[in-house]
């Protein structure tokens, strides 16, 4: 499966983006679909997961304000972000697996190319 992520962009502190990640070669619908970031210097981190039953993980700091969710006639899927912070600043990636729904990079076969959000306080 291949995997595009787009959406980012530099917005400010407060406001919302809508991350996209189309997929094409596979459908999404048998697969778990994670969301991680990394920021400069640091290691990529898990935001978010929408395994292939429609069950929903999030990090415990997005809580509240990151919802992923997928349109299957689109194949794609969904990072609405809210109440963004500059400490949400990373190159955010999606990825799919088929065997795990973890909060791991290792455990994910696919990647997109990330996609830059930017936070200014």
């Known amino acids: 499966v291949q995997l595009q992520a787009s959406g980012g962009g530099l917005v400010q502190t407060g406001a919302s983006l809508r991350l996209s990640c189309a997929a094409s070669?596979?459908?999404?619908?048998?697969?778990?679909m994670g969301w991680f970031r990394q920021a400069p210097g640091k290691e990529r981190e898990f935001v978010a997961v929408?395994?292939?039953?429609?069950?929903?993980y999030y990090a415990d700091s997005e809580k509240g304000r990151f919802t992923v969710s997928r349109d299957n006639a689109k194949n794609t899927v969904y990072l609405q972000m809210i109440s963004l912070r500059p400490e949400d600043t990373a190159v955010y990636y999606c990825?799919?697996?088929?065997?795990?729904?973890?909060?791991?990079?290792?455990?994910?076969?696919?990647w997109g190319q990330g996609t830059q959000v930017t936070v200014s306080s």
């Open positions: 990825a799919a697996d088929q065997r795990y729904n973890g909060r791991r990079p290792t455990e994910y076969d696919y």
């Open positions: 070669g596979r459908t999404i619908s048998s697969y778990n």
């Open positions: 929408l395994a292939w039953s429609g069950s929903t």
